[in-house]
């Protein structure tokens, strides 16, 4: 697997030379509202394994400061997917397990005359805030005495106040360059249930001060996060300075991880499965892990991907295909590569003997004699693909099957197409053929097929649903670049095709990867059954394959 090197690691470095820090300590603070997505796994990894290069420590912190939107069962899929992904935490952390030392900040900074109670409205106060060019005025409740603001505060905690009717606020600077600075809010009253703690509190710390504070007592050394934060860092030292924590962390930040044609915000994802255009979080079209998981992507691909792609402070938009190829490189010498025909023609071999069946041996994977072989069968129907077959030959480029000419089905014979029987609209339902018995030597060299095709044996093939899943976006046009993202939806993002795939896959189990040849990278599907068996396709062959 790639190493882990980038401007952090330097940073870090740095910092254990010169003894400013004893041991590296980092976090990941999920906000437990969604399940997590491909950019997730960018700050996953970046922290994991930077403490891992260095021999130190990564918590899972649950930054769950907002009751309104964080439920357990996200909880729980992030602990899925963080130990999917191959990490453990070596702490797992609720930023609500704070709360209590986190109040007892809060008062700290009232009595240091750095904190007070807001009687404005959220209207008024983003009115008094000033803009980028303009300063911003004084509340006209921000003079008040320490003991009025110390009675205050003690009554938003009892609930004796309705939500947004006071905001504890930190007093620093309405005329700062810096808008986070204007007196930001630290604690706004919510009448709401917490998933861990219920109705014991009704006020809530917002990020900027909770966020710090929490890392100051884990005894994180470097506080990890993406760009958008880059100017709240001022106010993270602030809080931490005027709160007198003893631990002092730093936060650094790193450019966001973006995905051509991929939606990648908790809000949109959220979006998409509340209004039912996906199945769910774990939908083979979506970006989230649990999403690409069941679409058949594997831990290493993934972090071979993020690995790849590097880590600047600046936001990427990093091509889809990439992690395609990452999935190519790690599942080529590994999967099993039977075969499975997508969208099946029949194909009758007249002068092969009907009731007999023949296995031969087949390798399960050609690059990696390893992985060993199988008998594949043969006998007198057997499928093709449908695109593999034309009446016509049109040209001498074509290399498949068509009337009168002569092509191998791997494993097996030379076959020759001899006629088609079609229904009354003119389709094709079978082809006719005849084979050679002479052509299944490995050594057969007398005349050159045109063409190699994989097949399925009709005798032993088991019935298969495939899923053809494409971007769940249309690419960006002139047309339609201004249209609600919900309107550029990709309306053949899911393709269903039922065909066959070979007897060997009968106790196929859901994550089983496969290369099913000539047709690209499938897994097995959850809602697969020995009956019917259900494959998602992960991605094609070649990176320039295009449907
Ligand atoms: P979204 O913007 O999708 O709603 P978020 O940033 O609000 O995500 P959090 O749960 O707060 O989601 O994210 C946890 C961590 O993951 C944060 O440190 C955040 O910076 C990081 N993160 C989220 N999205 C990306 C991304 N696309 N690239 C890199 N890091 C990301
Ligand atoms: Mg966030």
Redo the contacts with the bound molecule.
């Keep these: 697997m790639a190493e882990i090197n980038n401007f952090i690691k330097t940073i870090m470095e740095n910092d254990l030379r010169e003894g400013k820090v004893d041991a590296i300590v980092t976090r990941?603070?999920?906000?437990p509202n969604?399940y997590l997505?491909i950019?997730?796994a960018?700050?996953i990894i970046t922290n994991f394994e930077l403490a891992k290069a260095f021999n130190g420590t990564t918590n899972l912190r649950f930054?769950d400061t907002n009751p309104a939107k964080e439920d357990k069962e996200f909880v729980d899929g992030i602990i899925e997917d963080l130990a999917w992904l191959g990490y453990k935490p070596n702490n797992v952390f609720y930023g609500s397990d704070y709360f209590e030392k986190t109040y007892e900040k809060a008062i700290l900074l009232i009595k240091k005359g750095l904190a007070y109670v807001d009687d404005l409205s959220q209207e008024e106060m983003s009115k008094y805030r000033g803009t980028l060019t303009e300063p911003g005025k004084n509340s006209p409740w921000r003079d008040r005495t320490i003991e009025e603001n110390l009675k205050l505060f003690e009554e938003m905690k009892e609930g004796k106040y309705k939500d947004g009717e006071k905001t504890l606020r930190a007093k620093i600077d309405m005329s700062h360059p810096n808008i986070n600075m204007r007196d930001p809010a630290m604690y706004r009253i919510l009448h709401l249930n917490h998933h861990r703690q219920g109705t014991k509190w009704c006020i809530f710390p917002m990020y900027d001060f909770a966020h710090p504070l929490q890392d100051a007592f884990e005894g994180i050394t470097h506080s990890?996060?993406?760009l958008e934060?880059d100017n709240h860092r001022i106010l993270y030292d602030w809080f931490v300075e005027k709160c007198e924590m003893e631990h002092v962390p730093h936060q650094y930040e790193?450019g966001?991880?973006?995905i051509t044609n991929t939606i990648?915000?908790?809000?949109y994802l959220r979006a998409l499965v509340d209004a039912g255009k996906v199945s769910g979080y774990d939908d083979p079209r979506m970006p989230t892990l649990c999403g690409l998981r069941r679409k058949g992507f594997t831990p290493d691909a993934i972090r071979n991907f993020i690995l790849g792609t590097g880590l600047s402070r600046i936001n990427s938009t990093v091509e889809a295909d990439t992690l395609d190829e990452e999935l190519r490189q790690d599942l080529k010498l590994k999967a099993l590569r039977p075969n499975a025909v997508i969208n099946p023609l029949k194909v009758i071999i007249d002068n092969y003997p009907e009731g007999q069946v023949e296995w031969n041996e087949a390798p399960n994977n050609t690059e990696n004699p390893e992985l060993g072989s199988r008998k594949l069968s043969f006998s007198r129907e057997v499928y093709i693909e449908r695109d593999d077959f034309i009446e016509q030959k049109p040209n001498k480029n074509w290399k498949r099957l068509a009337l009168g000419v002569e092509v191998r089905l791997m494993r097996a014979y030379f076959i020759k197409a001899t006629s088609v029987e079609k229904d009354e609209n003119g389709n094709i339902i079978c082809v006719h053929a005849t084979y050679d018995p002479d052509t299944k030597r490995s050594d057969f060299n007398d005349r050159k097929p045109n063409g190699n095709l994989h097949y399925v044996d009709a005798a032993t093939a088991i019935p298969a649903e495939f899923r053809l899943l494409e971007p769940l976006m249309v690419d960006e046009t002139e047309e339609n670049k201004d249209l609600d993202f919900m309107e550029r939806l990709n309306p053949n993002s899911l393709i269903i095709s039922n065909g066959y795939v070979e007897s060997f896959l009968a106790d196929t189990k859901p994550l089983d990867h496969y290369q099913f040849i000539r047709n690209g990278y499938f897994v097995t599907d959850k809602d697969s059954t020995k009956d019917k068996l259900v494959f998602n396709r992960t991605c094609g062959l070649k990176s320039s394959f295009k449907k």
């Design positions: 990941f603070p999920p906000e969604a997505h950019g997730h960018r700050a930054d990890l996060c993406s934060y790193f966001r991880l973006n990648m915000s908790k809000r």
